[in-house]
């Protein structure tokens, strides 16, 4: 079963402030996805095939979108 839930304002606002623990909590709540995203065939000496993770292209993701949540900004509300 899937797993619909999403970051809170909260959490998002305080991963946004650069505070590491939230951003590893989006991270780790991304993490099925991105693993999924990095699936590779890999091939043995013997010709047999596994599907394993791709671990430096999940580096390179997750890099991204810590670059990505870092660089975010939260638009306020002004009262005209």
């Known amino acids: 079963m899937m797993n619909n839930t999403r970051p809170s304002f909260?959490?998002?606002?305080?991963a946004v402030d650069g505070n590491v623990n939230a951003i590893e909590k989006i991270l780790a709540l991304y993490d099925p996805y991105i693993s999924k995203c990095c699936l590779r065939p890999f091939y043995d000496k013997y010709g047999n095939v596994c599907i394993v993770v791709d671990m430096e292209l999940k580096g390179r993701i997750r890099e991204a979108l810590i670059k990505m949540i870092l660089d975010f900004?939260?638009?306020?509300e002004t009262e005209e």
């Open 10 to 14: 909260y959490l998002i606002s305080s």
């Open 73 to 76: 900004d939260i638009p306020l």
